[in-house]
């Protein structure tokens, strides 16, 4: 067996094992995020202070890089000098520093997170979002809202419907990209704010030439949502809520099979005097009978002259947004 000869000897050079975070900070950089922050957040009241990008590209990078999602790990990045070159943060705040300002500028009204420092990285990140759609050149693009719950024990927090305390997200996306974010103290139903979230982002996709199709669970089901998408030619398909008015008119329908336990129909309903394309499911219940019996109604809600099977299959796909919630809850430990 031949032996190896190795020679070893120290060199001056650091290292980190943070090095392949360089291609994140690099198309940071060429994105110009650094200099839109510090143009538009609050300034330090002196020269001597951070700039609002130190502050939150440092919270960025430790809730990326640390691996566990939590802020208060900048102050153990602030050890590691190559990371901090590599991110351009020779003057990298301390956590507290970074909670402080978090806090100073945060801004509330009742329950509802609002404030100009939240408006700006809202905007700034829609318009990178957007600048992504038109570069892959989309046309029309499907928007998926969904509320998630995130815990959050703090003094200021209250009890939402799942008993913990915490807030809700409101959020919106388009192909992976977040187009919008809300969040709300508390027990606030999910539906609240929705119309307002969808005429924020209808206008933001429109000036770009971006159509707009929309895409929700239950909570989007309300007649003043179908009637603003019908009258702005945005194609929509919402899960509708499961009333004893739709049953009634599901029992009376021919149905074809959709899958061995699955049969699909379709109908008109009418939602305070608008008509409404109602598509339905109904699985086959489990029983000793020698029948076949079906129950467990479900409804889309649409607008759209696709086949009921293209219907189905369309509203399912919006499972892609329950993927990006996990992403930023599970990788940004933003279920705490």
Request: hydrophobic share 35%.
């Amino acid at each position: 067996m031949k032996i190896l000869s190795l020679n070893l000897k120290m060199g001056n050079e650091k290292i980190t094992s943070f090095g392949g975070s360089i291609l994140l900070a690099d198309f940071i950089k060429k994105l110009g995020i650094e200099e839109r922050l510090d143009s538009y957040l609050p300034k330090a009241g002196s020269n001597r202070g951070y700039k609002p990008s130190q502050k939150i590209l440092s919270f960025l990078s430790s809730v990326m890089l640390s691996g566990e999602g939590r802020y208060v790990n900048i102050d153990r990045l602030k050890k590691d000098d190559t990371i901090k070159t590599i991110w351009g943060l020779n003057n990298m705040p301390h956590s507290t520093n970074i909670g402080e300002w978090f806090l100073k500028n945060g801004e509330s009204n009742g329950d509802f997170a609002t404030g100009k420092t939240k408006k700006i990285i809202d905007d700034i990140s829609l318009d990178l979002a957007i600048k992504a759609l038109k570069t892959k050149n989309i046309k029309e693009a499907v928007f998926d809202a969904d509320v998630s719950l995130i815990e959050a024990n703090k003094k200021e927090s209250k009890k939402t419907y799942k008993g913990f305390r915490g807030m809700g997200s409101l959020l919106g996306f388009v192909n992976g990209y977040c187009l919008y974010s809300d969040f709300r103290n508390g027990n606030v139903h999910a539906s609240v704010g929705l119309l307002d979230q969808i005429k924020y982002i209808h206008a933001k996709l429109s000036e770009n030439g971006i159509k707009m199709v929309y895409r929700s669970d239950s909570a989007g089901y309300d007649s003043d949502i179908i009637e603003y998408c019908s009258n702005n030619n945005i194609t929509y398909y919402i899960r509708a809520k499961e009333f004893n008015s739709l049953k009634k008119e599901a029992c009376e329908l021919e149905f074809k099979n959709l899958t061995e336990e699955k049969q699909i129909s379709e109908f008109v309903y009418f939602l305070k005097g608008l008509p409404v394309r109602m598509i339905t499911t109904r699985e086959k219940a489990e029983t000793d009978l020698p029948i076949e019996i079906y129950d467990s109604y479900r409804f889309i809600a649409t607008n759209s002259n696709k086949s009921v099977v293209n219907v189905y299959e369309t509203y399912n796909d919006r499972g892609v947004c329950e993927y990006n919630i996990k992403e930023l809850k599970q990788n940004f430990e933003l279920d705490r």
